[in-house]
């Protein structure tokens, strides 16, 4: 039988969300190009973790992935259905299907909404089932997510962030998803809460058989939760690889840029590391450079570089990088 990983649940072409800016009187000036023509595959049981510096896009792509956003153009693939058009009732079971885990636990739950009610909500609008059912199957998600049954009927503001995270996890689970938008889960949490967290979404998914896509900055957290990588800069992927085989052999001058930033726990190490520092300020998404769109930063950069765009080409087994220079 084929390893599960190898079977693409969530596939994009092209894949395009751009935001119009508009002046004063609503007439459209600019554009955001913040997803722009992006192709890529989510391969299923496994994590792909998505990193890059903030304004890159990671959790644009992620909202368009799940329709939470319109796409511009493209095609986004769930399960082999071309979704990108769907609406209304059409897309109603891919919402069930895929579902999100938010960054601010603060702000994600109704304050005016017991734990209860929070995860009853998604339920009473995907499924169709007794009230026993529903009720037997919230006691086991807030079990499962290490919260007790006493906590049904307290509210958000009664719980740490790290307990409202895990409310907010046992919500995702709630319509029972075959693919989870972890959209920076554990940035807004005390550094002790986040490996607990962390732990968790990896024993979720042993259990459930879930795939997950992981938005986040912790690049150390990202390797160790990911099968699989990408890197995203100025609203294209620019390296796709294995975790391993992405963070000791980076190809792309900005993966390099980003892996040295990590901290190194070792002193004696960290002051004899060579540190690769992006040189300048990130270009305006609304004023996208010609050609790679690192070039205007890259110490790398030849004359080809502002010419051309780069495509994602093969570096190795699984291992794709859109550079000229290297």
Sequence with gaps: MADSRE???????????????KDFFGRKRQEVKAVDGITFQ?????????????????????RTLIRMYEPTGGQIIFDGQDITNLSGAALKPYHKRMQIIFQDPYSALDPHHNVEE???????LYMDEPKSVIDERIVELLRKVGMKEDDLYKYAYEF?????????????????????????????????????????????????????????????????????IGVMYLGKIVEIGESDELYDNPV????????????????VRARSAKRKIIEGDLPSPMNVPKGCRFHTRCP???????????????RGEGHFAACFVK
């Design 118 to 124: 929070i995860i009853r909500e998604p339920m009473a």
């Design 160 to 228: 740490s962030g790290g307990q409202r995270q895990r409310i907010g996890i046992a919500r995702a689970l709630a319509v029972k998803p075959e693919f989870l938008l972890c959209d920076e889960p554990i940035s807004a949490l005390d550094v002790s809460i986040q490996a607990q967290v962390v732990n968790m979404l990896e024993d979720l998914q042993q259990e459930l058989g879930l795939t997950y896509l992981f938005v986040a900055h912790d690049l150390s957290m990202v390797r160790h939760i990911s099968t699989r």
């Design 252 to 267: 792309h001058p900005y993966t390099e840029a980003l892996l040295s930033a990590i901290p190194v726990a070792d002193p």
């Design 42 to 62: 989510i391969h299923k049981g496994e994590t792909f973790g998505l990193v890059g510096e903030s304004g890159c896009g990671k959790s644009t792509l992620g």
């Design 300 to 314: 790398y950069a030849k004359p080809e570089c502002s010419e051309r765009e780069p495509e994602l080409t093969k």
């Design 7 to 21: 079977q693409v649940l969530l596939e994009t072409k092209g894949l395009e969300k751009h935001f119009p800016v």
